[in-house]
């Protein structure tokens, strides 16, 4: 195994163990979500409050469904799909992957889906924390994995503008 896919494993190993965490402190330090709370939102502990427009807060949410809780019906499903997703990336990371800059991402992603789906067999849900109010938006609450697949999906995507095309047909000559 090449030296940059060590590295990759190795920072998906500290994002697992982080999110793992995180998600113990919180569900044994905090109190879960309550609506009718009327301290720091919903709750929760504010860490600052309208630092330049934004706030930040912890919150023990139960997240039961896939983001942002859609599909809290489907748990079984989600499970089996995220399986199936995590199984896939596994492969292309290992065999399919050619392009080296792509490993450390796509290692951020599949720890942050693996963090997910082991909450489940944990928990029986995932556990997010995270909640801020960005500019009078109240962003969902999200956890430590949430945030490694988001990275990962948007470094890829930023890389993909600066990934050399594919070679151009020359012009045929008549």
């Known amino acids: 195994m090449p030296v940059s896919k060590l590295s990759a494993f190795l920072i998906g190993f500290i994002i697992l163990a982080a999110d793992a965490l995180s ?19 919903y709750g929760g502990i504010g860490i600052f409050q309208n630092f330049l427009g934004i706030e930040f807060s912890l919150n023990y949410v139960l997240n039961k469904g896939a983001a942002w809780g859609v599909f809290f019906d489907y748990q079984q499903q989600l499970l089996y799909l995220r399986i199936v997703l995590i199984s896939g990336m596994l492969v292309y990371f290992l065999f399919i992957n050619k392009v080296k800059s792509n490993e450390i991402p796509l290692m951020m992603i599949f720890a942050g889906a693996v963090g997910n789906v082991i909450d489940y067999f944990l928990y029986g849900h995932v556990i997010d924390m995270f909640h801020f109010v960005l500019w009078g938006y109240d962003f969902p609450v999200f956890n430590l994995a949430d945030a490694a697949i988001f990275l990962g999906v948007s470094w890829l995507f930023i890389a993909s ?3 050399p095309g594919l070679p151009k047909k020359k012009p045929r000559k008549a």
């Open 23 to 41: 998600k113990y402190f919180t569900q044994y330090y905090l109190p879960l979500v309550n609506p009718h709370h009327f301290w720091y939102p």
């Open 161 to 163: 503008f600066f990934a």
